[in-house]
């Protein structure tokens, strides 16, 4: 499985999914134009790195800013992350937020609240 990296924009974050390392990032705004275009294919080679491989995922998503299609496909992301955890394998979500972000730290737990196998971490970021 190759590694996918894309830059972020103005309405979509940045995109580092390491299927090799593990590790898989979201990290800036989504809020694109059509989030199905987006995310449809992250979705798609998530799938298939489960079906492939068996080693450990650590998925961080560090959003300020999302909206509710965004929102969906995210969960859509989660939702086969929750399943290979109850599968049995190694899987966490580390859910980023900035200090004082309320409203970002609401979303993750809220996110948080349909996992019952995947490892959810909160984790508030302080500004350097």
Not at 74 to 81: E, I, T
Not at 94 to 121: C, K, N, P, Q, V
Request: charged fraction near 25%.
């Amino acid at each position: 499985m190759d590694r996918i990296q894309i830059p972020a924009t103005s309405r979509s974050p940045l995109v580092d999914f390491d299927f090799p390392a593990g590790r898989l990032l979201l990290r800036g705004e989504s809020y694109p134009e059509d989030a199905a275009a987006f995310y449809g294919p992250l979705l798609q080679a998530l799938r298939a790195c489960l079906e492939e491989e068996a080693t450990p995922l650590t998925f961080e998503v560090a959003l300020s800013y999302f909206n509710s299609s965004s929102a969906k496909a995210l969960m859509n992301l989660f939702m086969p992350l929750e399943e290979a955890a109850e599968e049995g394998r190694a899987v966490t979500i580390r859910w980023l937020y900035a200090e004082g972000d309320d409203t970002i730290a609401e979303a993750g737990e809220d996110f948080a609240a349909d996992f019952s196998h995947a490892r959810f971490e909160m984790v508030q970021e302080t500004a350097a």
